[in-house]
């Protein structure tokens, strides 16, 4: 029985009943001080579930000595469950099978999986292992235990002890929990205070227990009341301490300054331990230096040193460890602590050579032997080095850093250590850690002076910055130092950071990188943009688009058509020009590529990428749902800091339909280099709303300013020109047309030059240019911009008294700013019908039904209708098919039908 622990048993049950009852699922940290009843906890949960029956209750307690080794606790979590595995998605299934072969999985209490599986996932994009990444293996676990609950009740997953899990099983329990919906799964972590934070799940932190509870837990002790005032006094509310104080019947502290409570438990425990034998003691010692609670090692190095399993029954007698089978489990980590820290130095490192000697798995002698040593040593370096190796390729990323780190510790060689911790950054900032990679980089910076390393450490340095928001300076790094950079990796350095300047306004930075390396092309098209040649620039840069198109459509190349990363950068380029069908064909092919292969981890970007050229197509609802899942999966995949540029992205949409609060909302968590983005955004609403001076204000600082050659204030250039006419500064405007006509004609893209035509018209105030454009608008994209020229060249018919000749352009114009929800411009269209003589209220369009529904909802509904399964629909959007089949459920109705059949006859494609 549990005391003082009703409330937090009642939350339990509640999530276990949501999940048994309605299907619901939940996640809860139970958060506490050692010996504070978290466990307990846990195995009150476990007993509300029925015993019998399939494995409903998955548990999994962190072992300290076992988060050195990737995906040891998910091993020891999924073990029961492992011939589930066929049934998942095949990248799952490939990543949770390495995973669960991967180092630590061979124990011989565990047994094995089939050593092909073990092999690392290729880089090489062709491979059957390509596109794994450590993400896919929490997708893998979601999907897993959605399969799990069936009609006997929910399916339960116990995490003890959490804060001792290795970081690739922390990583991918974590991307699961954050993604339960309606699975009927309940995941319950327990930790200690100061540990495994930031996890982004709700939490209950366990207090002490008051005197009363106290009382009646210490009753079955039968102490005097005195005694028994000095443990309740001492114990201070700590279950734990009040049942190993109360054994041995008094405290174990004196004096003003009493110890902490933990230490006081560990004081009684060592006070325990040391009444044992010797030989019972150092058996203890064995286990407890070899941490994992396997019997076969423990033994072998017991064996060496004289001592076996006979020795651990006074240990047993007392409770102080629990044998069973093939392990030896301490009753609580407390005891653990207490033998080991209990011994002195010459034992501990004697036993660690003892259980290296006699090891068979290389992760565990690596452990032993760095343990063991007592000074630096090359050889125990490079063992942990290649245990750091074997994370890496389990996608382990925070554990191979680890494990660098580790190796750095014991290396001799300043050189060597450097490169070490190098290569320990560019791990941590793998996992997304931007403080720690930084911190590593210029411990590294300090042992070195070799050129190519400095530069390697530069590139971490460039990244974090980026990360942090200013990628200015990201982009001087990368340039500065990739001279220094070795072969490998000079081309990427200069790459990067020349799009780093471009974007950010960097301009040097851009030049630069074109004098280092003119044979880019992508480098050499941006650097002319940037000395404002936009005749010979655009044409490079259409060319690469063209090229990476013809490539990625008929399958050349790295066995998709492209090399790694090609489609992403292409459509990123073509952005630039303006070549949206490019753009959306690209981005919208990486985006399945990896929705394919299970990148989750680089799909925030290449969504952010798809949305910016949905949205220049007017499919706005379409982006709010790829923004949506981007910002999702950068909180998942632990990237939350990347939310404001990813919300961004929206600011035009926000602009287009007038809402001012929301587009002020999404601008202030901007970081750089959205300040162009956002300039240009507030520039159109001003426009829309009739602020015509506001708006030139702010594109004449746009263009002035250090972000005046970006796409965003390139673009905005017809809004500055229509600014400027309707503020009676033409001169103005004809400058800004001239600049536009020039990038328009360099690009030759039809929505350009229908614009270009439009700013014509509207400093000529002549018809023709009018007719032209709106003809071109017909074959081109940007409805948006079409419906901005037939509204303009309504109002002149109206103005030229042709108001039977404006109702055509002005009803287009209005039905396109209705399906955008542009109500500022549809308001003024709307204005204009009427004075041409439209009588009545207009005829509203027919509602768009994609707007009843979700972003989550939008997405799996488009592709339930195109024939996708639930399974596989869950596949791409990393959610379980329960959670699919439920957001269907609720949009059946919203689309006002009742199954997946009616979905056909919706027209549900974007217009």
């Known amino acids: ?86 049934a998942l998605p095949a990248p799952q299934a490939a990543a949770l099978r390495s995973a669960l072969g991967g180092p630590g999985a061979a124990s011989a209490d565990r047994g094995s999986t089939d050593p092909a599986s073990t092999d690392p996932a290729s880089t090489d994009p062709g491979s059957a292992g390509a596109g794994r990444d450590r993400f896919t293996t929490g997708l893998a676990v979601l999907t897993l235990l959605a399969d799990l609950p069936d009609g006997n009740g929910p399916a339960l997953v116990l995490v003890d002890d959490a804060q001792w899990l290795d970081t690739a099983t922390a990583d991918a329990l974590l991307f699961a929990a954050r993604r339960l919906a309606v699975e009927g799964v309940v995941i319950l972590f327990a930790a200690r205070d100061d540990a495994f934070t930031g996890t982004g799940l709700p939490e209950l932190r366990l207090d002490r227990l008051g005197r009363g509870d106290a009382e009646r837990l210490l009753a079955v002790r039968e102490l005097p009341p005195t005694v028994r005032g000095r443990v309740i006094r001492e114990a201070a509310g700590n279950p734990l301490a009040l049942q190993e104080l109360g054994a041995v019947g008094t405290g174990t502290a004196h004096g003003s300054d009493p110890l902490p409570v933990a230490d006081r438990v560990l004081a009684s425990f060592r006070m ?47 409770r102080l460890v629990n044998v069973t089978g093939r392990s030896i489990a301490f009753r609580h980590p407390l005891i653990r602590a207490a033998s080991y820290h209990g011994a002195v130095t010459a034992q501990r490192v004697a036993v660690h050579r003892a259980l290296a000697d006699t090891a068979t798995d290389p992760d565990c002698r690596a452990r ?64 997304g850690r931007l403080d720690e990679a930084e911190d590593l980089a210029v411990q590294a910076e300090k042992l070195t002076t070799a050129p190519a390393e400095l530069a390697r450490l530069a590139r971490v340095h460039a990244t974090v910055e980026y990360e942090r928001g200013d990628p200015r300076a990201a982009s001087r790094m990368m340039v500065d130092h990739a001279a220094e950079a070795a072969p490998a990796d000079r081309a990427a350095m200069l790459r990067t950071g020349a799009v780093y300047g471009w974007t950010s306004g960097e301009l040097p930075a851009v030049l630069r990188a074109a004098e280092l390396l003119p044979e880019d092309r992508t480098i050499r098209g941006l650097a002319l943009l940037a000395n404002g040649d936009d005749t010979r620039g655009i044409p ?45 064909e690209l981005a919208a092919a990486e985006v399945a590529y990896s929705r394919r292969h299970g990148l989750i981890g680089a799909l925030p970007h290449v969504l952010q990428t798809l949305a910016q050229a949905q949205i220049a197509a007017g499919r706005h609802a379409d982006a709010e749902a790829a923004v949506a899942e981007a910002i999702a999966l950068a909180r998942d995949t632990g990237r939350p800091h990347r939310e404001g540029r990813l919300g961004a992205v929206l600011a035009r949409p926000a602009a287009i339909e007038g809402d001012e609060t929301r587009l002020r909302e999404l601008i202030a968590k901007t970081p750089p280099p959205g300040d162009g983005l956002a300039a240009s955004a507030l520039a159109l609403l001003d426009l829309g709303l009739g602020r015509y001076d506001d708006a030139l204000r702010r594109l004449e600082e746009l263009a002035n300013g250090h972000q005046r050659h970006s796409t965003a204030c390139v673009t905005a250039a017809p809004d500055q020109v229509e600014a400027a006419v309707r503020s009676g500064q033409l001169q103005l405007a004809r400058t800004v047309f001239a600049r536009f006509r020039t990038w328009a004609e360099a690009g030759g893209q039809s929505w350009a030059l229908a614009v270009s035509l439009r700013c014509e018209a509207l400093l000529t105030d002549d018809e023709e240019p009018y007719a032209r454009a709106v003809q071109l608008h017909e074959r081109s ?35 396109i700013f209705e399906r955008l929800r542009a109500a500022p411009w549809l308001e003024r269209t709307r204005a204009e019908l009427r004075a041409t003589g439209e009588s009545g209220p207009a ?19 488009r592709l339930a209708a195109s024939g996708t399964s639930s399974r596989e629909i869950a596949a ?36």
């Open 272 to 318: 325990q331990i040391g009444h044992l034998p010797e030989s019972t003691r150092l058996m203890l010692l064995i286990a407890a230096a070899e941490g994992r609670g396997h019997m076969p090692t423990m033994l072998n190095a017991g064996r060496s040193m004289g001592v076996g399993l006979d020795d651990l029954q006074e240990a047993e007698r007392v």
């Open 368 to 431: 032993h032997r760095a343990s063991a040593a007592m000074a630096p040593d090359e050889d125990v370096a490079a063992d942990v080095e290649d245990a750091a190796e074997r994370a890496r390729a389990h996608k382990g990323y925070a554990t191979a850093a680890a494990l660098y780190r580790q190796a750095a510790d014991l290396t001799p060689a300043p050189g060597a250590r450097a490169a070490r911790l190098g290569t320990a950054a560019s791990m941590v900032l793998q996992a």
């Open 1 to 86: 029985m549990l005391y003082g622990r009703n409330d937090e048993q009642a939350r339990i049950s509640s999530l276990l009943a949501a999940a048994r009852d309605r299907g619901r699922s939940g996640a809860l940290l139970l958060r506490g001080e050692a010996g504070i009843g978290k466990s307990a906890l846990l195995a009150e949960a476990a007993a509300l579930l029925p015993a019998d029956g399939p494995p409903h209750v998955l548990r999994v307690t962190g072992v300290e000595a076992e988060s050195g080794i990737a995906y040891a606790g998910l091993t020891q979590l999924l073990w029961p469950v492992r011939d589930r595995l066929e």
């Open 540 to 584: 490079v840069l259409n060319d690469l688009v063209t090229e990476t198109r013809e490539a990625s459509s008929s399958g050349r190349g790295a066995g998709r058509g492209v090399g790694v990363g090609d489609r992403v950068r292409g459509a990123q380029v073509a952005l630039i020009i303006g070549a949206d069908e490019a753009a959306l």
């Open 876 to 911: 791409q959007l990393f959610l379980s098919p329960r959670t699919v089949e439920y957001h269907l459920y609720k949009a059946y109705p919203k689309l006002g039908i009742s199954s997946r059949k009616e979905l056909a006859n919706l027209a549900l494609e974007p217009a």
């Open 781 to 815: 994209t940007r409805p948006f911009e079409r419906a901005r020229t037939e509204l303009l060249y309504g109002e002149w018919l109206r103005r030229a008294r042709r108001r039977s000749d404006a109702r055509t352009p002005l009803r287009s114009a209005a039905e």
């Open 843 to 861: 005829v509203p369009t027919a509602p768009d039904l994609l707007d009843r529904l979700t972003p989550q909802e939008l997405q799996v509904v």
